[in-house]
């Protein structure tokens, strides 16, 4: 099913419309496409192998598209290299990506280069420490000593310093325990409120359901559905369906 993704007249704060995709020989992606708009926070839900972190790759410029376009605040990216995208304000969250050996305070500073366009300061690195108290008891020990959880937090603290447009978070959730899940829902909660637009993708449709404002549901390479988070909160059966591959018209 074709995504009509991009919509007319709208300055969203991340549109990717018609992506097709492959590895090789393989197509992953299918005219593939969603919105986030300025301010809010997305999910992009759907079972295992169906296409989301291919999406992710395209949308972060780690993976040209067969077809299709990318844009950031309405400008296209598309053939721009993942390191200008991320001096343009996108930024991806994926695993518990830290550097062990290093202090946490250290891996803030380290992660501000990435940007290419801004220098590390002693306040970017205060500011995004003072987002996660945890994190600042912590700013001196190396992070092989953090918990699956605050190693977690440190990676959504160093998109913080690099002061995203959009933030992309893959599984944050993955493999943590429901009361730390908790917590880090409520920091994601706070790097929205400062302006930053958030695309979650997320196994857990408990935990998407209960941060995000709308969802697109993936079944093998296609956008098959549209929905506010609340819509499917409210209707279970439905979330059942798609999530088991049941094809139904986008925003029906």
């Keep these: ?85 991320v001096g343009l304000g996108l930024c991806q969250v994926v695993g518990q990506a830290t550097f062990p050996s290093l202090t946490v305070a250290e891996n803030l500073a380290m992660h501000s280069y990435t940007s290419g366009s801004r220098k590390w300061t002693a306040e970017s690195v205060e500011a995004a420490l003072a987002i996660f108290p945890r994190l600042h008891a912590r700013r001196d020990q190396p992070a092989s000593n953090l918990s699956g959880g605050e190693r977690q937090m440190l990676a959504l603290a160093k998109a913080v310093v690099s002061q995203p447009k959009v933030l992309v978070i893959d599984e944050f959730s993955l493999g943590l325990a429901p009361v730390v899940v908790g917590g880090l829902l409520q920091l994601v909660r706070r790097v929205n409120e400062r302006g930053t637009s958030v695309l979650l993708v997320e196994q857990s449709v408990n935990v998407a359901l209960s941060l995000v404002d709308r969802v697109y549901m993936m079944e093998k390479g296609e956008i098959i559905a549209e929905e506010t988070a609340a819509a499917l909160a409210a209707d279970p059966q439905r979330v059942q369906t798609l999530m088991l591959g049941g094809h139904t018209a986008v925003g029906a």
């Design 1 to 85: 099913m074709t995504s009509e993704a991009v919509r007319p007249g709208s300055a969203a704060a991340l549109a990717c419309s018609g992506i097709q995709a492959s590895y090789g020989q393989v197509q992953v992606l299918f005219d593939a496409g969603l919105v986030v708009e300025q301010g809010e926070m997305v999910a992009l839900l759907g079972p295992n192998g169906v296409g989301k972190s291919t999406l992710l790759k395209v949308i972060g410029g780690l993976l040209r598209p067969d077809a299709g376009s990318v844009t950031l605040h309405g400008a296209d990216i598309t053939s721009v290299s993942a390191r200008r995208r």
